[in-house]
């Protein structure tokens, strides 16, 4: 799929056919200028309920709410035109019941215009998410290190590893990959564990610290672009460095201010020149 090549949407079936093809390059998005800025450059774009931490400031993404989701998730539907938008389920919008799950992956449909919601967890959310696709509700799993759930296995600790945690991450990949979910999100896992849970899926994996062999790779946007200065993991590569430009910026137009070159005269309405 040659984004240069297209101008509409891409679609979730066609995410979902892109399984062993050129591999997918996803980012998330949380706001509608930065959404305009990359969405001509990838087939994805994921409004994470990371915003907790990046734009609020939060310490997980535990108390990010369904409206913060679907106020941002909105925002990036408004401003694109390319990419596919998916919009996380946060942390207690779906996991006491079907219905629960159903109710508020429509809510974000409707309300937003995505095209697919992504939810976190493996086997023990394969009822729900078979029970949402099979009713048109396009579902993104989400499997390996789940930030969701930071406060049951003690912070955001790489999964998988030994044996029987390399296999319980492959099982789950499998398990929510069956239910229907059209892609799947796999996180901080030993590479191994990447590679091994992408050939026994039939549907993309994305992943983020898992694997080059993923069928697809997802980043944090403001981690890849260094604007987010609390916590960068390992396995993030920095492809910009725009944290030291934003300073060097506000630093130069506060001595702008106080030596009053800022505002020039010649710039302003029914300012007399010369
Ligand atoms: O919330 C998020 O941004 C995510 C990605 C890191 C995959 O789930």
Redesign the pocket.
Known sequence: MSVQARQRRVTVPEIASAKGQAPLACL?AYTAPMAKLLDSHVELL?V???LGMVVYGLDS?VGVTLDMMIAHGAAVVRATRHACIVV?LPFGSYEESIEQATHNAVRILKETGCAAV?LEGGMEMADTIRHLTSRGIPVMG?VGLM?QRANAVGGFKVQGRGDSGGAAVVRDARAVAEAGAFSV?I?AVPEPVGREATAAVAVPTIG?GASPGCDGQ?L?TEDMLGLFPDFTPKFVKRFASLGGEVESAAAAYATAVRDRSFPAAENLFGAKSG
């Open positions: 998330t994921l994470g309920d990371s993404t996380d992504k989400h930030p999100v996180e983020i997802i944090v």
